[in-house]
């Protein structure tokens, strides 16, 4: 296997989506759990993204993760690997966007890498170096309030300066216009004042494609799903992959397919509320939950007494008053890990009784479930909703099976029953 892309993600679920973009794009790609062992077969792809648990941990450790990934992908016939991070760069001043670029690059050998956030798709917007979300900057977002990474400036020129050891300078978006030549000029120009990372701004798809070509020149780029498009667009445009239509080899599972909803965003609420209407759906005591096993114990029971009949759906999802309530009596990390524990034993037995098809709601649900599982690395497959694509398990010691790993606010009223018609 020689991969045309190697992309390292420092969250699940992010990586999922930067997998999808891929995928659309032509590139037939594997997102792996870690860094894959070496005894995993993988199936000929262009890309493969390995996904990490690295935005919030200590500097250090994001590091030693993402160098171990970088040396895995480039050990593959990478040229160019991308660092994936959240559209809204989401960090802090201790990182771990700058210290992981800081020492990818090292190891790269590049003097200068593009940096973008950038996703139009989903309003995120670079201009002038600062990150709007939808029509607003970054700070005066919801994400001045996020609960880890509260973000209070959207300069990112600025921001990435406080993390990182480099010099950050700007290609603005007058350069991006004149093409690919001139932000060449621009990046030697900056490379020779001594900068070592360089934020672009991008505000349409068609800038992300030129950013993608000249970032093909290098070894390193950092962005999110949007940076992931303009690389995908410069290889297949330059010859360097050959489109594969997404999904076109993902055969039939069959037997009994479970759903679980660990997420409480509205959107998932939502769909819980509209799947009542088609299949059986247990909803989960979160009290019992925090008080012991028992509960799990009753959710296999009443599944194995109906999965032989059709889909099920099984959730601990509550509204926004009851989480609170939960949380204040319990704690707000012991009640989510409580609950996320408990979904992933769940989802243990559901294997157990022999579910080979499963769909999940929620960004941290779906981690505590893949890591429970010990799922080494998917084959991304057909789209259901936006940025939610079928997963079909590669490397399992379970055999085949498909899964659909959703965050919250993501997929349409009837996610649920969409997921399942693109899992037969
Ligand atoms: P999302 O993608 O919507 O953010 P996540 O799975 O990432 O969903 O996060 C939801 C968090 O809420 C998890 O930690 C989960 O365990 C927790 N949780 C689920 N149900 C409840 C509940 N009823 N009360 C409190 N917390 C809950």
Redesign the pocket.
């Known amino acids: 296997m020689t991969l045309a892309l190697g992309c390292i993600a420092d969250d699940y679920t992010g990586a999922s989506d930067l997998a999808n973009m891929l995928t659309r794009c032509g590139l037939r790609t594997v997102q792996t759990i870690g860094v894959p062992n070496d005894a995993l077969a993988l199936p000929d792809v262009d890309a493969v993204v390995v996904s990490l648990k690295s935005r919030s941990i200590e500097a250090s450790q994001a590091v030693t993760r993402s160098r171990e990934a970088d040396k895995w992908l480039r050990a593959h016939g990478a040229s160019h690997i991308l660092f994936k991070i959240c559209s809204t760069f989401d960090s802090t001043d201790a990182g771990n966007i700058g210290p992981v670029m800081d020492a990818l690059r090292a190891d790269s050998g590049d003097d200068i890498v593009l940096v973008t956030p950038a996703f139009p798709g989903t309003g995120r917007t670079v201009y002038q170096g600062n990150l709007f979300v939808g029509s607003v900057p970054l700070n005066e977002s919801p994400l001045k309030d996020h609960p880890l990474n509260p973000m209070h400036d959207s300069n990112l020129v600025r921001v990435l300066a406080r993390q990182s050891r480099s010099r950050i300078g700007l290609v603005d978006l007058a350069a991006v216009a004149k093409g690919p030549d001139a932000i060449r000029a621009r990046l030697a120009e900056l490379a020779k004042q001594g900068a070592g990372a360089a934020v672009i701004d991008a505000v349409f798809d068609p800038e992300l494609e030129v950013i993608g070509q000249v970032a093909l020149d290098h070894r390193l780029s950092v962005g999110a799903s949007g940076m992931g498009l303009g690389l995908a667009r410069g290889l297949v445009a330059s010859g360097k992959v050959t489109p594969a239509s997404s999904g076109s080899d993902h055969k039939a599972i069959g037997g009994p397919v479970a759903c679980l909803a660990?997420?409480?965003?509205q959107a998932?609420l939502a769909q819980i509320a509209q799947v009542e209407k088609s299949m059986p759906v247990l909803h989960l005591d979160?009290e019992e939950i925090v008080a012991g096993e028992a509960e799990a114990e009753r959710a296999l029971e009443w599944a194995r007494a109906n999965i032989g009949k059709g889909p099920v759906l099984i959730a601990?999802?509550?509204t926004p008053d009851?989480?609170s309530a939960?949380?204040a009596k319990h704690g707000r990390d012991a009640?989510?890990h409580a609950?996320?524990q408990t979904l992933a034993a769940i989802s243990e037995g559901l294997v157990a009784a022999g579910v080979r098809r499963l769909v999940i709601a929620?960004?941290?649900?779906?981690g505590a479930v893949v890591d429970r599982l010990g799922i080494p690395a998917f084959l991304v497959g057909p789209e259901i909703a936006a940025g939610v694509p079928v997963l079909r398990c590669v490397g399992w010691g379970k055999g085949e099976a498909v899964m659909a790993l959703k965050?919250?606010?993501f997929g349409g009223p009837d996610f649920f029953n969409d997921a399942i018609r693109l899992m037969p």
């Open positions: 660990g997420s409480c965003s998932t979160p601990s999802s509550s009851q989480v939960l949380q009640a989510g609950i996320e929620g960004g941290e649900t779906s965050s919250g606010n």
